[in-house]
Nanobody, 120 residues
Framework: QVQLVESGGGLVQAGGSLRLSCTAH????????MGWYRQVAGKQREMVAR???????NYVDSVLGRFTISRDNAKTTVLLQMNSLRSEDTAVYYC??????????????WGQGTQVTVSS
């Protein structure tokens, strides 16, 4: 079994910073990609940032230049550094990962979600 454990959400004033962390635990052979999505009540979940196994990154346009995604050397932890936060960044943020187990089967996993609230 695999579990994604998130931390780092909270309340911050506009213009402030937060860092989200997500670590994958369990029976893991390899991790293809890890990323962060966010969702506001009543809206679709959107991809915020993701990082591939080769280090390439993708961001939604609205966070370019403000958010940075990175992975640790073991590639089991993904970080999202969020700077210059805006009220429109308020959402529940979910960690996402595509993980191959020792059975050779790939599966998609989600964290439990962490609330980020930006006050104006």
């Amino acid at each position: 079994q695999v579990q994604l454990v998130e931390s780092g959400g909270g309340l911050v004033q506009a213009g402030g910073s937060l860092r989200l962390s997500c670590t994958a635990h369990g029976s893991i052979f390899s991790i293809d990609r890890m990323g962060w999505y966010r969702q506001v009540a009543g809206k679709q979940r959107e991809m915020v940032a993701r990082i591939l196994s080769d280090g390439r990154t993708n961001y939604v346009d609205s966070v370019l230049g403000r958010f940075t995604i990175s992975r640790d050397n073991a590639k089991t932890t993904v970080l999202l550094q969020m700077n210059s936060l805006r009220s429109e960044d308020t959402a529940v943020y979910y960690c996402n990962a595509y993980i191959k187990g020792y059975s050779g089967i790939d599966a998609e996993y989600w964290g439990q979600g962490t609330q980020v609230t930006v006050s104006s």
